[in-house]
């Protein structure tokens, strides 16, 4: 028998080893003929590409996409990365081409690499046409003035929880606070988005398993037991189940006529009144109207908590950060934020206030501007598509338009930080519009974008004017990390104390 299989292997090996060098030339070969004259490795690692690099030093390795694509005047490069073809887009004009695109015969939005194995086929990212179309229109009622509103007294009150926390834990001594502003916008988040729907117990389970979500999506997609990425999709079906339990309260609640106090109380009171409007024009009974399910509703929350949690994270941390080497800028704040609001009224920020704060809705946006925290937005292009008169984009390949790229396009003196840019009187706002795309731009732009800057617009007032702050820093403190959203390199530690008499009793 062992005679046997040593004459099998002796025989055989050479053509094994002859048929694994042909594939892997022919891998090559199919690389390089996508690449054509593009910037990009020449060479590439079988199959893995270069992946490695990737997930251990992910700032150099987009760094290192983006002087690619800066050394070309079409402003593209590429690469390989597990058996995927990638290309990386600078250009301004490219990537709106892209966003512009966004149909099945041309680009889908991924969002992530490995986004439908993690968040499912329901995403809102993933859908066209008409479908999409209707689904952002019952979308809106969530972000009425009335609404917004409703969130912001949700939102202040939280945040001056968490900053008399933060105080506590700070003691003197320099803190971290990228955790703490990712736990404070999970709080937030589940507030704003399910209200009391969410009880305490279920909220602990809701925390971890986003854990698992999050450590996930920075890891290679091995669906395997043990592996983190089985981890973050199985965790992600647990919480659409608990979201859709509260969905189900929701309409109890807005079925008795109650007032909305949460995001899904605005949505389900609307989808109860269309619902009725269609039954008394079809002269049948609303229950048989055809409606989202209380799971796709789930899903669509888990979207929208997943679209407000990291993003957000890494716009407040960036805030800090600014406010701290800028002190005109943050002095400037304080005064505007004086005008309009005393914390010892005890009154939280009016919506009609915040909206008067315009220089520090300019620093939001500046916040925003220089530090995109989703750098980029992957696409996956459906078909062949003619980028460029010279460049064809093979199907199968991810697309990656960087709007942190084009944030530093087109305005006057991009690398500085400069709030100024965005009020009225200089216009770039206007005139570089195209250049902003942070929430990115087409049909799929960001249906929460005002709920995004309210949000942001809110911790500055609110941080600047109760906290006194100053960072520790130290050699490359402010260099960008990718967690996956772009955060300061040493999760922006910071010393802290009170600045006001006494914190504000918001009820």
Same mark, same amino acid.
């Given at each position: 028998m062992e005679s046997l299989w040593a004459n099998f292997v002796s025989e055989y090996t050479p053509y094994l080893v002859a048929l694994v060098a042909l594939l892997l030339l022919l891998e090559q070969i199919s690389y390089l003929k996508r690449k054509r004259f593009l910037p990009g490795p020449t060479l590439v690692l079988p199959f893995i590409g270069n992946a490695i690099s990737l997930v251990t030093n992910?700032?150099?390795?987009?760094?290192?996409?983006s002087s690619l694509a800066k050394s070309t005047p079409l402003?593209?490069?590429?690469?390989?990365?597990?058996?995927?073809?990638?290309?990386?887009?600078?250009?301004?004009?490219?990537? =709106?081409?892209?966003?512009?695109?966004?149909?099945?015969?041309?680009?889908?939005?991924?969002? =992530?690499?490995?986004?439908?194995?993690?968040?499912?086929?329901?995403? @809102?990212?993933?859908?066209?046409?008409?479908? =999409?179309?209707?689904?952002?229109?019952?979308?809106?009622?969530?972000f009425t003035p009335k609404a917004l509103a409703t969130y912001t007294s949700i939102q202040q009150r939280i945040i001056v929880k968490h900053l008399k926390s933060w105080l506590q834990k700070a003691d003197g001594k320099s803190i971290p606070l990228r955790? @703490?502003?990712?736990?404070?916008?999970?709080?937030?988040?589940?507030?704003?988005?399910?209200?009391?729907?969410?009880?305490?117990?279920?909220?602990?389970?809701?925390?971890?398993?986003?854990?698992?979500?999050?450590?996930? @999506?920075?890891k290679l997609p091995i669906d395997l037991p043990g592996f983190a990425f089985r981890n973050a999709r199985l965790a992600v079906e647990r919480l659409i189940e608990t979201l859709k339990l509260c969905a189900e309260e929701s309409e109890k609640k807005m079925q008795n006529g109650e007032e909305p106090t949460c995001l899904i109380d605005f949505w389900m009171q609307e989808n109860l009144r269309?619902?009725?409007?269609?039954?008394?024009?079809?002269?049948?009974?609303?229950?048989?109207?055809?409606?989202?399910? =209380?799971r796709e509703l789930g899903g669509h929350l888990f979207d929208f908590l997943f679209a407000a949690q990291d993003a957000s994270t890494s716009s407040l941390v960036w805030a800090?950060?600014?406010?701290?080497?800028?002190?005109?800028?943050?002095?400037?704040?304080?005064?505007?934020?004086?005008?309009?609001?005393?914390?010892?009224?005890?009154?939280?920020?009016?919506?009609?206030?915040?909206?008067?704060?315009?220089?520090?809705?300019?620093v939001a946006r500046e916040v925003v501007r220089i530090r995109a925290p989703a750098t980029m937005v992957p696409h996956i292009a459906g078909e062949d598509f003619a980028l460029t008169e010279n460049y064809v984009i093979p199907k199968g390949t991810i697309v990656f338009p960087s709007v942190f790229d084009s944030s530093f396009q087109g305005f006057i003196e991009p690398d500085r930080f400069d709030p100024d840019r965005f009020l009225e009187e200089r216009q770039e706002a206007r005139v570089y519009k195209k250049n902003f795309l942070a929430f990115g731009a087409g049909a799929h732009q960001c249906v929460g974008q005002r709920y995004a800057i309210n949000h942001l617009m809110l911790f500055i007032a609110m941080f600047s004017t109760l906290i006194d702050f100053k960072r520790k820093r130290v050699d490359g403190c402010d260099d960008i990390a990718y967690v996956p959203t772009i955060v300061p390199k040493d999760d922006c530690k910071v010393f802290l104390s009170e600045r006001c008499r006494r914190f504000p009793s918001l009820s």
């Open positions: 992910p700032t150099r390795f987009w760094d290192a996409q402003g593209i490069s590429t690469n390989y990365i597990i058996g995927k073809f990638i290309l990386y887009i600078y250009s301004t004009e490219l990537s =709106h081409k892209v966003f512009a695109n966004v149909r099945p015969d041309a680009f889908h939005l991924v969002g =992530h690499p490995f986004g439908k194995k993690l968040f499912g086929e329901h995403n @809102l990212i993933y859908m066209f046409g008409q479908d =999409h179309k209707d689904l952002r229109r019952r979308i809106a009622p969530n955790i @703490l502003c990712r736990d404070m916008n999970l709080e937030t988040s589940q507030t704003v988005f399910v209200g009391p729907y969410l009880g305490g117990e279920a909220r602990d389970r809701f925390n971890i398993d986003y854990n698992f979500f999050n450590v996930g @999506l920075m269309e619902r009725a409007e269609i039954a008394e024009k079809e002269g049948c009974d609303s229950d048989k109207v055809s409606s989202y399910s =209380h800090i950060t600014f406010l701290d080497s800028h002190p005109r800028v943050l002095e400037r704040v304080r005064a505007e934020v004086e005008r309009y609001w005393n914390p010892e009224s005890d009154e939280p920020i009016a919506a009609e206030q915040l909206r008067e704060m315009k220089f520090t809705e300019a």
